[in-house]
Every structure is written in structure tokens, then in C-alpha cells.
């Protein structure tokens, strides 16, 4: 069944808030996001600054310790314009190389704005602050996640287990990212949609703008995990959120062990397998917890008569 | 001109040591190198473990500030069997997950062997340990650089401003290598080549062999860097290499804004351009210092107007 | 005016939850705290493990961008036995020597009992996983803190910019803490009380007893401040909260610059004094957050001509 | 027997260079130190910035494995005046609040000077830069080390296994500092003396000056080590030097949990101890390495029936 969700409330932590839709195992929604500045798809802003959710979508039947599967089966811009800072964050640079970056950290800075052509499949900039920058039209959806355990509130400016502000690229269309659900009815939020954004989100912010995001939620045939993950039709991936990204890469670099062993590997074999066939992204690198992704080819996994596929 | 270097001694440290090799500016050399732990073409142990190197070759009329640039060539296997730990290095897991992990950290391990089957191009592993795993035949060479400044002689187990044990996935075939030069005639050293490496190199081996490295050796077109830079076909690069990754992507990070000034942005339009097409590599998690890189495509550079490469 | 808390409900998590006492500003207040594990003075499991907080206590008067002055004038211990675990954490000793530490991490352990002898002024482990240990009687608050911003709910696990599970050695009797207030009424928390704990609290515990802990909260005659201060008869303190270390010394110390500048001194002057005459303390860095606390003596700032106090 | 060394040769790297003096185990040696810019006794400067060392001295009879207890009889002032930094480090304060520190990072910058009034026990700054500020002379020697293993010569702006750079402020008058010995002879060296400094030379420098520093060379009777060791009237000391700053506590961690098995405690008791009674300080936070010191009290573990010294 197909829903829709225009949110009368936003939030700016993820936990255990009132349920704005409940709806079934497998059910696909349509969710209406405002962008990270709380501006919808009519240049109106109608909630606060900072990341806000539309939310929490409850799911009948999945449980504590079940494995929440999200795909995105669609992203579809609600206005043709978005916006980003001209700008490196501090933390992404040599403490010396601060002062040789436009537009001091943390100082109040004019926004660039960008113009989607669909046609052409590119945003581009304005070229307010110098160049005019032309980037692929890739939509992405940079903050989701489910309620945390022992009833936390999580800032949407961070992430962790249950997901959040992980930035990664290729969490648009067609990826399936499976979450540890810690409440039951999973609780699902999301919001942050980008046009399109650099690995590591390092001028703290994407192409942001207000999108629908087309979800599917289902109960995953997966084990209780610990960290996010992820498939694509290429590639398994394993999410680690945690700051300095060294954690981050263990956390990514544990649950992929694990993961292989569920798909079939003897854990000498997994850590063969990962030693030379592995590969890392990096995800949002400017919130308080970083995000690493681990990620290993489907092809790799089937050639070796391992499961490569929990859709 | 080309030359041959058959080392009569190997080194563990790069620095200022006897130069092995004097060429000209543009000439190539065909460097044969030993295994990470000292094991030559004939499967004889000529020299102690640790990363041996073959050098230094000094090349006449580069000076302290210039730039070197690295070009490799071709990359012959000098024998056609390699090993690697089946294990992952502690540091690269969860602190409570380094039980889970077959082979404790620091014990005496038993090697896995791989076999190079060049027309199938792969390799394969005997599966000692478990699974015979197949990998593509990959060649990289993990373990390069010039001499440092102030006198140093750094471990070929760690890396820095002048390159080593960075472990980067594509520093093979048609690839080039920038690196800061820090004393007269540069002093470069290469070793500890793979058949194939995983991001990381998480294990603390890539599948470890002897090769003969072919490289050209050329004072390139560039200001002075602090930090390697590369290029390829597609992409260039920039690389830090530190503890903890996140001072590693501050050197890639502050170094690819440098470089994106060098070839003609502006210092707002190069942020602009770095928050949203830039990508990030990680090589190395397995030293004392670990690899980040940073790249960007050299399409995105040429369609803005902006130079696109080096050599 | 002095009150009595005996919570009927314990939390988790630091935020907004229902007020439990509300008080004038400056006065006092004594507070049954559970242990840890939820175990009262009558060793009676109350509520679930997890540092539970007793809490709220809403102060009238104070609102958001005040700081609250938290005086501890006394610790009063509500039975006479604590408990810790003989291990040390995972992640405070080097990868490999993990395998070296008795108890594996994550492993089920049995807890080693401690008496207090208040006469001698001592705490005695019973010597069930080895030697009779003593240690002097030093009783000190793990773990309290005020509401954050945005509506988040802070695992007591951790810590941040509200406080939260700081394990400071010397945040007991005579210590003043300042907080910076972010919800009107600034919601305080208090629980997780030790009778003695090393630096860092390396084991995961200290040993941990319930305890009465009365404090005294007031608007303290402060600006606005971005992470918590402190003071005691001798030191003027600030606190970072954060992971890696060397963020939470960042946050420390960009907040004693902020301090001795609201001390009287000029940037320059501040600089120079903490590079002379400042030293380091660390507290937890079991958590996921790690607490860094920079201190200067109060006779250095007087003799300096600078304000020493703020009580 | 007691031997002077002054300098003909300096070095600003610790490494297997040639020695400039051979004594025998146990002998006491005065040396002369220039300060971290070269510069003498007389105002003169007399070899390159950048901490350069007096050494190599060669101890006959120690040898590989071998642990050289290194014990600071007396420190003398070669000038009455000093001289450091009016700043902090970019690295030590948070990305966004680097702007608001006097003098950016990196920036050439006036030296502040400072004058030593050995009567009063004081050096006090000429306050060129706003305040007169006074600081007790408390004299320490910033780095010393002796030469690695594997040839590397190491630059003397930072530190690891070997000492260093450490600027540990209580490695002055009446403490020993073990090091473990790579090389026969150990070939130890000196240099970088401070008047005081602050936890974490946090400005980069202490109060620089040239001195003479009088040092007894012994074999230690102790077991292999791994880090610096040290030990003065009160306490036991472990040494890490790392980046990030957690590592560095990995390292002094561990080593301390060896140093009380040496001393006498089963592991889980070790463990216990240190968990409820242990204390860390922070040496160098400005170089490529840090250092964290974890120190417990000579009378803990006399009154627990363990070794208490090494002297």
C-alpha cells in the first residue's frame, strides 16, 4: 500500500516522539521533506533551521531487535532550487590552513544558490561568490534514521546505530539501507535531502533542498546488527557513525566481518576476503560523529557462493 | 634513458643514504624490488623483513623545494606466487570485537599463499585458512618516496610528507606520484609491492611479491607541495598521510584546495567545487600513520576552465 | 530553604522529562541517588542499570543562556559496600594487549566488593579476583548535568556540552560546577556516585555505591558559557566532553582562554599564562565521549590581578 | 666518574650518529644544552632551530634490550634569560575558535621574553605583549631520547619508544626516566631545557632557554620495556607518545599494567589498582606525537606489599 506524509510537526532529534503514520510491513509512503534550513517546496520556512524530520513513521509488526529495511524508490525535488555555503568547514582542514579559507568558520555567511536542470541532469550554481559550478543532478537523502534505545533524543545535527545525519552519497534511489530497530514500530524519520553533495559533506552542507522522499519499509531477513547497512544492485555496505573517523572505520569494519560470516563466510575467510577486497567511503565528516562505509562487491560474493542479497 | 636497479643493499628507513643510482630528469628505471619481508623473485630471503627498499636514485638537477613526479610504468611480478595474513590487524575492529577476530593480534601467524594466474588475470589463494579466495590481478606498489628534510631516516612501516608506507590501492600502471622534494636530487626509494590490496590494507598485507617497478623519475610543472599529489587518467588526487585519519584528511583536504588554486580557481570556487564533487580513498589504517586521498575528476576541472593535469 | 528529593522515577537519558522538584535559586538540596545498576542503599535493585539520574529539578528564576553554580556540600554515603568491575576497558589499552587484560571485554563479569571504613577514611576490596586493595575515601559524583538544547535526550553513558557522565575525580565536596543553562529552569540531574575512582575511569566503573548527594543550585554571576567550569578552593577549572581526547583538550581550552579573558586578562595575556602555568586533568574516558579538565591556580590569577572567583 | 660534553656538533634528530662521548655505566655526565632555536649560553646562535640535540653519549656495557634509567641530578641555568611564544597552538584549541586566538597559527611572531630571578625562585616576562606575567622556575628538560631501532633517525620535534620530544614537566631535577635501549650503548641525547611550562606546551614553547643538564646514565635493573618509564620521590610514572592523544593513554596504559606485574601484582589485581587509583598527566600536545604520562603513588603500592622503585 502507498501512503503520504505531509508532516503538520517537524522534529530536530530522532526518538521516541508521537507517531504521525502508521502503516504496514512492506507499505511504501511518499514523505514530504523540507530542507536542512526548515524551508519547504514554496521557499516558505515552516519549522526551524537544522536538519528537521518528517516523522516518526511506525511499522505494525516490527519489533525491538528486528532490522528495519528502507528503500528509497524515489527522490523527487519539490522546488528547483537549493542552496549551499561557499565554504570549507574548519575541521576538514589544517588547523594552520584556517585563515586561507574563504569566509571564516562560523561566521554568518550568504548562501549559493543553485538551479536544477532536469533536462540536462546538473545543478548550477550562480556563481554568486565567484565561479559558476555546474555538478551532477544525483539526489541523495542526507539525514534518516529510527528511534535510539533507552529512549534518547538524538540531534539530527549527529548520527549513530540508529542512523541520522550520515551523508552519504549514494543513499538515493534504488539503495536499500537496513537499520537495528531499538523501539517497536521502528519509528522512522527523514529529512536533509540534497541535489547533490561531495563525499564528507565538507563545506557542511550539500545542494539542500525540499524533496519528496519516496520510501519502502519492511522488516529485513537479516540478524540484529549493530550499525547500519546498506545494498545497492553493485555493492554490500556497513555504516560505522562515531568520531574520530578511526572509530567510525571500526565500527564499519567489525559489522562487515559479521556480515559476511551471515553470508556464509568462515571468519578467517571474511577477514581474507575484506583484507583484499574491501573498499571505504567516507561519509559526513562534519557533525559531531563521523560517518565510514565499508563496502564489498555483490560479484565478489556470489563467485564465491556467498548470499550477496537480503532484498 | 632507461636504466636497471638490481640493489646490492636494501633499506628499512628512507633517508639520506649512499646513492645506489644517479639518472637524469625524464629517465626511467626498472627498480627490482623484494617482497615487505625481504623475499626476492627466487623465493630466497636476501634481506631482513620490514619493507625493504630499492634505492636511493638520485636525479641530477632537482633540488630542495622542487617536485617530483613518479610515473609508473609498468609493473613486472618477479615470481608468480605471493602471501598474506588471513586476519585483520586490531586497531581496524571494535575493541570488544578483537576476540571475534581469527588469529589474535600480534601472534605468529601462518601465511596464505596466492597464486598469479596472469591470462585469467587473478590471483588465488591456496585457502589454507578456508576458502580458496580469487581476487583481480591488481598490481600496486605500497611502499615509495624521497628522502626528508632535517636529516631524518623515517621507517618504511609508517609514511609522511615524503610518501612511504601509504598502501594506496591505485599507485600502479598510469599513475603518477608528486612528491615534495627535501634534499638535492630528491633520493627515491620504492619496495613492498602487491598483486592486490584492499582499502586499508586492514589485514597488514596486501598479497605480498617481488616486482620489478618501472618508473620515470621528472622534475614536474608544479609549485612546490607540501603533501603527495597524483594523477591518473581520470582523476587527480591529493594525499595526507597522519594520525588519526582525521588529521590525514586534513592534509589531503587543505592540500586539494591548494592545488585546485594552482590550476586556476579561486580560493571560494575551489571549496565550492571540493564540498560537492570532491571524493575521498582510504589507503593505508594499518601503520603508525594512516593514508586519506582526495580526488577530483579531471572532466569537472576541464569543464570549468580550470587546468587538469600535470604532466 | 532546604529540600528533599527521594525520586518515584529515574532516567536514563539527560533532557526534558517531567519535573520532579522545583526550587528556588540558591537552594539546597539533598538527593537520594541509586547506584549504577539501580541499587539503593538497602541493596535493592529500584529501577534498571544504566546511571540512572534522579532529576529533574527545575530551578525558578534561571532560563536559557544563564549558567547554574552546582556547589556539592556533601556526600553522604547510603550504605556501606561498592562495587566495581576488575578489568580494564577495551579501548584505554593498545589493540594487541587486549588479549593480555583479565576479563575479556564485553565479557559477563563478577563484580569485586568494596566496605567502607569511615573511621580509617578507606574503601577495602574483599580480594575476590585477587590482592585486598585500598584506597582512601574520596567520594565524588559520576555523573550529572542539566537539560540540553533542541529537545535532545542525552544517554547517561555519555557527556557534552550539559555535562552528563563526566566521571571528574574531584567533582565532590567543595567543588562548585558550572553549567550552561539551555531550557528555563535548567532541569538538573544527579546520580552515579563513587566512593573512590582512578583517572579516566579505565575499568568502567569506579566503585560505585548509592549515595545522598546534596547540592546548593543557583544563577551563577557568569556570562554565557559554551562547556561546563568549575572551581574549588584552589583551582579554577574548565571541562571538554568529546571524542577523541584531543577535541575534548580542544574544548577545554578554548574555554579557559574564554575564562581568563572574562577574568580580566587580555587574549595575548591569556595565551601566555595557560602556556606557562596550566595543567591537564582527564576524566572519563571509558564513555563515549571523553571528559579533558583544564585547571590554573586561583593564586596565580589574584597575584596576576585577575579575578579568581565565582562563587 | 663524572664527564662534560660541549657540543661540537648538534643534531636534530635522534639516531645512530657518531659519538660524541663514551662513559661507563653509571657515570654522570654535564651537558651542554643550547636552547630549541640553537642559540648558547652567550646569546649566540650556534647550530639551526628546531631543538637540537647535544649526544650521542654511549654507555659501554648496555646493549639491545638492555633498559637505560636516565636520572636528572641537577639543571643550570647557562643565561638568565628566556624566551617563548605569546599564543597557543591551532591544534589545541577548537577549528572555530582559532580566529580568535592572538597571533595566527603559523604566523611569524615576536618572541616574548622572560627573566630569571633565581632569589625569588621566579622567571617573569617583560610583558611586551600585555602583562608582566610570573611563573615559579620550575626546570625540566623538554626532550631527550636515545637512538631507535632499525636506523631510524627521528626528528626532535616529536617523540615515540625512544622519549623525544615529551616536554613532561616534572622530567626535571630528582626523576629517572627509563627508556628502552635499541642500540648497544644506547647513545643518548639532550637538549630543549625549560625555565617552566605549562601541561601540553600548549604555545608551543615553555620558557626556552640554553642550559647545563647534569645527568647520571645507568642500567636499569629492569625488564625489557616497551615506553619510557620514570619514576622521582612519589610516584611510578608510564609514558605514550602517540597521536591522537587516545593512543597515547593506550600506550601508558599498558605500560603501566606491565610495570605492576613487574612490581609484583597479578594481572586482575594490577588492573583493579589502577582502575581506582591511578593518574594521568599531559605532556606535549603541539607536535606530530603526543604524550600522556600515567602515574601512580610509590606508598600505594608499598602498602600493598609491591616493588615501589627501581633506584
Given amino acids: 500500500m502507498r501512503h503520504t506524509l505531509i508532516p503538520q510537526q517537524y522534529y530536530r532529534t530522532i526518538g521516541t516522539h508521537p507517531i504521525a503514520l502508521t502503516i504496514q510491513d512492506g507499505d511504501e509512503v511518499a514523505i514530504s521533506c523540507v530542507d536542512a534550513h526548515g524551508i519547504d517546496g514554496n521557499d516558505q520556512a515552516v519549522t526551524l533551521p537544522g536538519n528537521p524530520m518528517s516523522g516518526p513513521i511506525a511499522v505494525t509488526g516490527i519489533i525491538v531487535g528486528d532490522v528495519l529495511a528502507v528503500t528509497f524508490e524515489n527522490l523527487v525535488p519539490l522546488r528547483t532550487q537549493g542552496w549551499s555555503y561557499p565554504t570549507l568547514a574548519g575541521n576538514v582542514v589544517d588547523p594552520e590552513y584556517i585563515a586561507s579559507v ?186 559531531p560523529a563521523f560517518t565510514v562505509v565499508a563496502k564489498i562487491a555483490k560479484q565478489v560474493l556470489s563467485q564465491h557462493g556467498l548470499r550477496s542479497t537480503f532484498r
Avoid at 541532469?121 to 534505545?149: E, K, L, N, Q, W
Avoid at 522512522?188 to 557542511?204: K, L, R, T
Wanted: aromatic share 8%; glycine share 12%.
Fill in 102 to 287: 574563504p569566509f571564516a568558520p562560523g561566521s554568518k555567511l550568504p548562501k549559493e544558490y543553485w538551479d536544477l536542470d532536469t533536462a540536462a541532469g546538473v545543478v548550477r550554481s550562480r556563481g554568486t561568490h565567484g565561479m559558476v559550478v555546474t555538478a551532477p543532478y544525483r539526489p541523495m537523502v542526507g539525514c534518516f534514521g529510527v528511534a535510539p534505545a533507552r529512549g534518547e533524543a538524538i540531534s539530527t545535527a549527529t548520527s549513530g546505530q540508529h542512523g541520522g545525519n550520515m551523508d552519504v552519497r549514494f543513499f538515493g534511489v534504488g539503495c536499500t539501507v537496513y537499520l537495528p530497530v531499538a523501539v517497536d514500530g521502528a519509528l522512522f524519520y527523514a529529512g536533509d535531502a540534497h541535489f547533490v553533495q561531495g563525499c564528507g559533506e565538507i563545506g557542511g552542507t550539500g545542494v539542500e533542498s525540499a524533496m519528496r522522499v519516496d520510501v519502502r519499509l519492511a522488516k529485513a531477513p537479516m540478524q540484529s546488527i549493530a550499525w547500519p547497512r546498506a545494498e545497492d544492485a553493485d555493492f554490500l555496505y556497513t555504516v560505522g557513525n562515531a568520531r574520530p573517523l578511526d572509530q567510525a572505520l571500526q565500527h564499519a569494519t567489525s559489522e562487515m566481518h559479521r556480515l559476511l560470516i551471515e553470508c556464509g563466510a568462515d571468519a578467517t575467510s571474511a577477514a581474507v576476503l575484506m583484507s583484499q577486497l574491501i573498499e571505504y567511503n567516507i561519509g559526513n565528516v562534519f557533525d
